[in-house]
C-alpha cells in the first residue's frame, strides 16, 4: 500500500484503498517498464521509489498492477483537523484510538507512540490526562485502514491533528499494533483540597456567628419589650394609686364637713 500511496498523491487523488493485478481492468500491452518498486511513503511521485531500473523485469502483463484511489483524498493539517474517538472502552475517555476525516475512518499505529500523544489525544476528547496506553492488547485490533503511523506529537498541540506524522495512511503496520489510550479528569492537587477545605469552614463558622448574633438581637428586642410593658404597668399602677389616695381623701374631707 505505500507505493500505491504513492501513485495516489503522485495523481492528487487522496489515499489508495485497494490494490490487485489485472482482475479488475485487466492485463496492459507493450512495455513492461517497472518492476519491483520499493517506495517508502514520504515520496512525491513515483520515480522516486527504488527498482532495478527503466524495463528491468521477470514479469508477464497478467501481473500489472493496479490502484483504487479515493477521489478527493483527505488532507490533514492544522487547518483540517480531524475527529478523534476511543472506542469500545467502557466509556468514551478510553478504548482504541480512531481518526475520522472527511468520511474516511482509520487507526493509529502504536510505532513511536508515548504518553505525549496520548496526552493529545485525552486533550483533545476533553477527558484530562492519559494514564495508560497499549497495543490492541485490551480493546481489540481494529479493521479497514491504518490511518496514521509514526506519529510525534511536541505535546502543547491541541489537536492530533497538528502532530507530526508521514502522511494519511502511510504505515508499515498491522492492525495488531493499532494503539489504545485511557484517559482520566486529573485529581486536585493537595493545596487546592487544603484551600477549599479551610475556605469551607470559614464560610460555617461566620454563618454560626452570623445566626448567633441575630439570636441575640431577637432576645435583646423581645427583652426590651418586655422592660417597656412592665413599666407602662407600674406607671399605671402607680396612677391608679394616686386617684385611689386622692378619693379617699375627698371622702374623708365630706364627712367631716
Request: aromatic share 4%.
Amino acid at each position: 500500500m505505500l507505493d500505491a500511496n504513492v501513485v495516489c498523491r503522485q495523481l492528487d487523488c487522496g489515499v489508495a484503498l485497494k490494490i490487485s493485478n489485472s482482475s479488475r481492468f485487466g492485463p496492459g500491452l507493450g512495455l513492461i517498464a517497472l518492476d519491483d518498486v520499493d517506495c517508502r511513503g514520504h515520496e512525491a511521485d513515483l520515480s522516486q521509489c527504488r527498482s532495478p531500473g527503466w524495463g528491468i523485469h521477470n514479469c508477464g502483463h497478467s501481473e500489472d498492477v493496479e490502484v483504487t484511489c479515493r477521489a478527493n483524498g483527505v488532507q490533514t493539517s492544522a487547518k483540517t483537523p480531524f475527529q478523534v474517538q476511543l472506542v469500545n472502552g467502557s466509556n468514551r475517555c478510553e478504548g482504541r484510538v480512531e481518526v475520522l476525516s472527511f468520511g474516511v475512518r482509520g487507526t493509529v499505529c502504536d510505532d513511536h507512540w508515548d504518553m505525549v500523544d496520548s496526552n493529545v489525544v485525552c486533550r483533545q476528547l476533553d477527558c484530562g490526562v492519559a494514564v495508560e496506553m497499549s497495543a490492541s492488547s485490551r480493546f481489540g485490533p481494529g479493521l479497514g485502514l491504518i490511518a496514521l503511523d509514526d506519529v510525534d506529537c511536541r505535546g502543547h498541540e491541541a489537536d492530533l491533528s497538528q502532530c507530526r506524522s508521514p502522511g494519511w495512511g502511510i504505515h508499515d503496520c498491522g492492525h495488531s499494533e493499532d494503539v489504545e489510550v485511557a484517559c482520566r479528569d486529573p485529581e486536585p492537587p493537595s493545596y487546592f483540597i487544603a484551600f477549599v477545605t479551610v475556605t469551607v469552614v470559614l464560610v460555617l463558622v461566620i454563618i454560626a456567628i452570623s445566626a448567633a448574633f441575630v439570636r441575640h438581637q431577637i432576645k435583646g428586642k423581645h427583652e426590651s419589650v418586655n422592660t417597656e410593658e412592665n413599666e407602662s404597668e407600674d406607671m399605671k399602677n402607680t396612677v391608679y394609686e394616686k386617684v385611689k389616695v386622692i378619693s379617699v381623701n375627698t371622702t374623708s374631707g365630706s364627712e367631716s364637713i
